[in-house]
């Protein structure tokens, strides 16, 4: 790609997650100009899903939707001159660029592709301590990507990159960044971490969709610019909403504290200023960026045995009494085999005196897991469903008795990063092998910055803690991310004061017995709080009832909490 240094690169997003918007790809190119399109296929849950897809067939491992976005839209691009550039290769990248090239001949488009791999280390999992897990992929960076470019590639595909590489590698590539222009590339991560996630950066999940009409987001983009600071916008004429409340959410999602690590540099997001740049549009500037970790981080998924599940809806009166009765009668039937993990949980959803059958309804809901998929099937909800005669009044379930079905296991470690044998393959078939950065610096958590002034006492309100403060939530791993923000100094000196991890636990009970640690980012008036081992060994596992904690943030704002009456 060219080495500019005046205009900026427009990238824009199409997929934030492997079954996003089909039509994405097609509004981002006939919408307005863009110079790259990206595209976000893969998460935890995905690698696990194209590992049960390898085992059927060593062939697949790609994201089969992102070919058939080509089969429409490669000639659109090529026409328009817009490189692509997305991690849809999954756990067969080599497999998905032929599968390209296949699909560019039968087209008679001619586009040159190329691919980076090295990130599968499911061939070395044993001599690297992982055991035997279904997939080992460590998270590459974007120099593989920028190789590909230099090299002329209209189409580049990877496996498990970052998500912010895809916008990294197009805007290193284009300015021509050296591996030690850590600012550049710092403020590079952080717009791509905006727009990775699509429509979540303009309106969509966002807290205050009542402010504004989201209708249905259009997809996002990033101009990047030569010194590292970018304006993220969208195409004009689409729904949805880009302010510096959208871009804040987006940058508080799935990080811990100040530093944000990616495997070509660490940016530091309390150095990040955002500043409202007209409308529909946020400039992100001030980024720092220090040298990388020396390690990548390495995701493990494992099969780890089968689940099944049975609701009871209870009706009317006596609910607690009802839920007692059926548990005890389903615990005796299972006693000759027990599964090894039971899970019951009552949902309250009934209301008194209710005018409709399923307002006055309750949910029981029983999970149970076992390595031994017969126990784990019929066994469980055979003995569930011959209660419908001998249970609680009213007895009747939300589904019929099913077998049991696979549930996977997360995990993450860590290995040098010269393990890892990251490499481009050129669009003439050329193998470059990309090395790993020279100069490293340990991952290490920051101090906590200064509190500002607290408010002085005034009269407060009991209301919601949702009106005043926005959130975001989602997973990592077995932990949840919750970060929060607000929209004014004043608000901050409330908050900051108030919201901590004492009160945090006793806002939300389920995280009482659990690690929680607060991490504060004042130049966005926002905090982050990671709270440990609370979804389980992941959303594969399915720990919890809602197992990836995209509505952890707002269970946290419905809560009452006094306020004061200056900030409402």
């Not at 849809?88 to 599968?99: D, E, F, S, T, W």
């Not at 049975?310 to 389903?330: N, P, S």
């Not at 389920?510 to 926002?526: D, G, I, M, Q």
């Not at 990836?548 to 006094?562: H, P, S, T, V």
Request: aromatic share 6%.
């Amino acid at each position: 790609m060219s080495r500019a240094t005046g205009a900026p690169i427009r990238i824009g997003n199409a997929s934030g997650f492997y079954g996003d918007r089909f039509s994405a790809v097609r509004e981002m190119l006939t919408g307005g100009p863009l110079d790259v399109l990206t595209g976000d296929y893969l998460a935890e849950l995905t690698m696990l899903i194209l590992g049960r897809d390898r085992m059927k067939d060593p062939e697949r491992g790609y994201a089969k939707t992102f070919l058939r976005q080509m089969e429409e839209n490669l000639a659109l691009a090529k026409e328009k001159g817009v490189k692509i550039v997305a991690n849809a290769g999954g756990l067969n990248p080599a497999g998905l660029a032929a599968a390209l090239r296949e699909l560019a001949a039968k087209l008679g488009v001619h586009v040159r592709i190329a691919h980076v791999e090295g990130d599968d280390l499911i061939g070395r999992a044993d001599e690297l301590g992982f055991g035997k897990p279904l997939t080992a992929n460590a998270y590459l960076g974007a120099w593989g990507i920028v190789e590909c470019l230099d090299a002329g590639a209209d189409v580049v595909v990877t496996g498990r990159v970052t998500d912010a590489s895809v916008i990294v590698g197009p805007a290193a590539a284009h300015f021509g960044w050296t591996r030690e222009d850590y600012d550049e590339l710092a403020g590079a991560v952080a717009a791509g971490h905006v727009i990775e996630c699509g429509a979540q950066a303009t309106g969509g999940n966002y807290a205050f969709f009542r402010e504004q009409p989201i209708g249905l987001p259009g997809f996002p983009i990033a101009e990047i610019h030569a010194d590292g600071t970018s304006v993220i916008t969208k195409h004009p004429g689409t729904g949805g909403v880009v302010n510096t409340g959208t871009v804040t959410a987006q940058l508080l999602y799935e990080i811990t504290g100040a530093r944000y690590a990616n495997p070509d540099v660490t940016t530091r997001f309390d150095t990040l200023a955002l500043a409202e740049d007209g409308p529909d549009r946020v400039r992100i500037s001030g980024v720092t960026g220090e040298a990388p970790p020396p390690t990548l981080k390495v995701a493990l998924n494992r099969l780890g045995g089968f689940r099944n599940e049975t609701t009871f809806v209870l009706t009317g009166l006596d609910i607690e009494e009802k839920a007692a009765l059926v548990r005890e009668q389903l615990e005796t039937a299972l006693e000759r085999q027990p599964p090894a993990e039971v899970r019951w949980t009552l949902a309250r959803t009934d209301h008194r005196d209710a005018d409709t059958e399923e307002q006055a309804s309750a949910l029981l809901h029983v999970a149970v897991k076992d390595a031994d998929p017969k126990i784990a099937g019929r066994a469980f909800s055979g003995a569930a469903v011959e209660l419908a005669l001998a249970s609680y009044p009213g007895f009747h379930v939300t589904a019929p008795p099913s077998d049991a079905s696979p549930y996977g296991v997360y995990s993450a470690a860590f290995v040098d990063a010269a393990e890892v044998p990251h490499s481009a393959v050129l669009p003439d078939g050329r193998r470059v092998d990309i090395a790993p950065s020279t100069r490293t610096l340990a991952l290490a958590e920051v101090d906590e910055p200064a509190l500002p002034e607290p408010l002085p006492d005034g009269p407060v309100r009991r209301v919601p803690l949702g009106r005043v403060i926005g959130a975001r939530s989602g997973d990592k791993g077995g932990s949840a991310n919750l970060g929060v923000w607000v929209r004014s100094e004043a608000a901050w000196r409330w908050l900051v004061h108030r919201l901590t991890v004492t009160e945090f636990r006793l806002l939300l009970p389920e995280t009482a017995p659990l690690p929680v640690t607060r991490h504060l980012l004042p130049n966005l008036w926002a905090m982050n709080f990671v709270v440990e081992d609370i979804l389980g060994e992941g959303v594969a596992s399915q720990a919890r009832f809602d197992p990836q904690a995209k509505a952890f943030g707002e269970w946290l704002r419905a809560r009452e909490i006094d306020v004061p009456e200056a900030l409402l």
